[in-house]
């Protein structure tokens, strides 16, 4: 059964940093494109990062880029998300995803990357304060 727990969430201020971590268990991480999204309250979910399986490569929301980075321990099957410099906005419950079982085999783009992201964890709550 897929399952993927996130962890790592908390209070913070802005300008600080944080590490969400997402477990996975189920399935083998390295053969998925793996993302991380967020939700803040009253807004629509938002993808911030997703790594391809292909070629390792990154993308980043406008919003989070030079600020997050997104990155993969094959060893353990756990993807993170190192946060610095946080702001007040990026105040949301963060949720780790994946396209399994559908293997992609090449990602060109952001779309490419983020396409068929089917199973979410619950999610960790990020706060931010001024």
């Known amino acids: 059964q897929v399952q993927l727990v996130e962890s790592g969430g908390g209070l913070v201020q802005a300008g600080g940093s944080l590490r969400l971590s997402c477990a996975a268990t189920?399935?083998?991480?390295?053969?998925?494109?793996m993302a991380w999204f967020r939700q803040a309250p009253g807004k629509a979910r938002e993808g911030i990062s997703c790594?391809?399986?292909?070629?390792?490569?990154?993308y980043y929301a406008d919003s989070v880029k030079g600020r997050f980075t997104i990155s993969r321990d094959n060893a353990q099957n756990t993807v993170y998300l190192e946060m610095h410099n946080v702001y007040p906005e990026d105040s949301a419950t963060y949720y780790c995803?994946?396209?399994?079982?559908?293997?992609?085999?090449?990602?060109?783009?952001?779309?490419?990357?983020?396409?068929?992201?089917?199973?979410y964890g619950k999610g960790t709550l990020v706060t931010v304060s001024s």
């Open positions: 995803a994946t396209d399994h079982p559908h293997i992609k085999v090449a990602i060109a783009s952001p779309t490419d990357c983020y396409y068929d992201m089917g199973h």
């Open positions: 189920g399935f083998t991480t390295r053969y998925y494109a």
């Open positions: 790594i391809s399986n292909t070629d390792g490569r990154a």
